[in-house]
């Protein structure tokens, strides 16, 4: 099971700190990644991490912007937002494969998804 948390509004420019907390240790095998929604379209890749933190991929919407990271030992992943912008307006998400120790980007391969956090951009 998995709990995102720490959206909110913010104006442009500034930034936010999602998490998500697993609760279990199995989080530790599984690449983590965060996606985001936007009203009436399907949840977009945002960012994933593999479970060693050593693979790590962004969409080319958000890099130089957005770092994801984990940590391990407390089962939480992150996703630290930066210099946000309107279009960063979007239900985030975060998820985790279903395969252990399989890196992947695409929706399909994850399994199982937090609740959402809505993160609203402003002037």
């Known amino acids: 099971q998995l709990q995102a948390s720490g959206g909110g509004q913010v104006q442009i420019g500034g930034s936010l700190r999602l998490s998500c907390a697993a609760s279990d240790a199995t989080f530790s095998t599984y690449t983590m990644g965060w996606f985001r929604q936007f009203p009436g379209q399907a949840r977009e890749f945002v960012a994933a991490i593999s479970w060693s933190g050593r693979a790590i991929q962004y969409a080319d919407s958000v890099k130089g912007r957005f770092t994801i990271s984990r940590d391990n030992a407390k089962n939480t992943g992150y996703l630290q937002m930066t210099t946000l912008k309107p279009e960063d307006t979007a239900i985030y998400y975060c998820?985790?494969?279903?395969?252990?120790?399989?890196?992947?980007?695409?929706?399909?391969?994850?399994?199982?998804w937090g609740q959402g956090t809505q993160v609203t951009v402003s002037s």
């Open positions: 998820a985790m494969v279903g395969e252990s120790e399989l890196f992947a980007v695409g929706r399909d391969h994850y399994r199982f």
